[in-house]
């Protein structure tokens, strides 16, 4: 079985760990052009973005190539999913990729102008997190069919929200403080390279929004605007090194 998969924070990576012993960030996998893949089993494993699939992962499987009888995805959420599911199934659709099975998994929301972060970590036990990542795994290993239903009122609000949330000059949100050491953690960690560091964090044109910069910044010094509260995020399954690793 392969995984592919997208973080920024960790909670997909930890997904994909959790569901086999082999997967793949697509990010590097984008960066090293490797699109081809074959198994039995090939899942999908991603965050949902703005009520659907990431931009960065629907340019991955655009291009991609899997040839496997049974193939699945896990869209992964904080609040509200929205359309994820069906916009996985689509984009699957218009690329040859057949979908047998997609589902959606409540966890923490890293989305910093949405969320505080103190608190999403307090309501973590009530998302139920452990048992549903079992259901989905047994669900994938008795290779369940099952698409995630959604009415057309949510598919119309991923939409929306993509036209309202989607800017390319997102970059223009983030505050670097000056206790900024130049450690260049945030370059390591971005998914696009859209980050150089001179004395202090570059942004250019290419923000995926992962917030993966201010996340992982060691010394807390990225901040956005419009921020809900200064904590940050790193699922505590997942070590830095590894998101380094998967996203660098």
Request: glycine share 6%; charged share 30%; with cysteine.
């Amino acid at each position: 079985m392969k995984i592919l998969y997208f973080t920024a924070s960790g909670n997909n990576l930890y997904v994909a760990k959790r569901i086999g012993d082999e997967y793949y960030s697509i990010p590097k996998l984008i960066k090293e052009g490797k699109y081809d893949f074959e198994d039995e089993k090939i899942g999908i494993v991603f965050p949902v973005y703005n009520g659907g699939v990431p931009e960065i992962v629907e340019k991955f499987l655009s291009k991609a190539k899997l040839k496997s009888n049974y193939i699945f995805g896990v869209a992964t959420y904080g609040m509200f999913a929205a359309s994820a599911s069906r916009h996985l199934f689509e984009i699957g659709k218009r690329n040859g990729i057949e979908f047998s099975y997609i589902d959606e998994l409540l966890m923490v929301d890293n989305y910093l102008p949405g969320f505080d972060m103190e608190k999403q970590k307090k309501s973590e036990p009530k998302k139920n997190i452990e048992e549903n990542i079992n259901r989905i795994i047994k669900e994938i290993s008795e290779e369940k069919k099952y698409i995630k239903k959604h009415t057309i009122i949510a598919e119309g609000i991923r939409r929306l929200n993509k036209k309202l949330t989607y800017d390319n000059e997102f970059q223009k949100n983030f505050i670097v403080e000056d206790s900024c050491n130049g450690c260049k953690t945030c370059e390591k960690v971005c998914p696009v390279n859209n980050i150089k560091v001179e004395a202090k964090p570059v942004y250019n044109n290419n923000c995926q929004q992962c917030l993966a910069c201010a996340h992982n910044c060691p010394q807390r010094a990225i901040r956005l605007k419009k921020e809900k509260g200064t904590a940050r995020f790193i699922n505590q399954n997942v070590t830095l090194k590894e998101i380094i690793n998967a996203n660098n």
